[in-house]
């Protein structure tokens, strides 16, 4: 019992946070990002936090880190969207961040 609740904490605490890193490949990236134009095309509208302690969990607030060894996602920003695995959309406020398509969450996990 101890011992699925010690993984379950792990899993919860390990798997919301995002503090993305951006990487110079693809072939570095955990995830291939295309910035969308409007955001009714985004998979997910992402808020830049200028603290790590205000990234979110799972919900757009990205912090972005110095160095890949602190980040939870690195992501490399792809030309064409096609080549991505989410589409996102920059907002100008924390508030308005957030998934548009849920499917997609599971990216962050």
């Known amino acids: 019992m101890k011992i699925l609740f010690i993984l379950l904490a792990l899993f919860v605490f390990n798997s919301h946070?995002?503090?993305?890193?951006?990487?110079?490949?693809?072939?570095?990236?955990?995830?291939?990002?295309?910035?969308?134009?409007?955001?009714?095309?985004?998979d997910l509208?992402?808020?830049?936090?200028?603290?790590?302690?205000?990234?979110?969990?799972?919900?757009?607030?990205?912090?972005?880190v110095d160095y890949a060894s602190q980040s939870d996602k690195k992501i490399f920003f792809v030309d064409y969207a096609s080549q991505a695995d989410i589409?996102?959309?920059?907002?100008?406020?924390?508030?308005?961040?957030?998934?548009?398509?849920?499917s997609k969450k599971p990216f962050f996990y």
């Open 45 to 64: 509208k992402v808020f830049k936090v200028d603290y790590s302690s205000q990234a979110g969990k799972n919900d757009g607030a990205w912090f972005f």
């Open 17 to 42: 946070s995002q503090k993305v890193f951006s990487v110079d490949y693809a072939s570095q990236a955990d995830i291939k990002v295309f910035v969308v134009d409007y955001s009714s095309q985004a």
């Open 87 to 102: 589409k996102v959309f920059f907002v100008d406020y924390k508030s308005q961040c957030g998934w548009e398509r849920s």
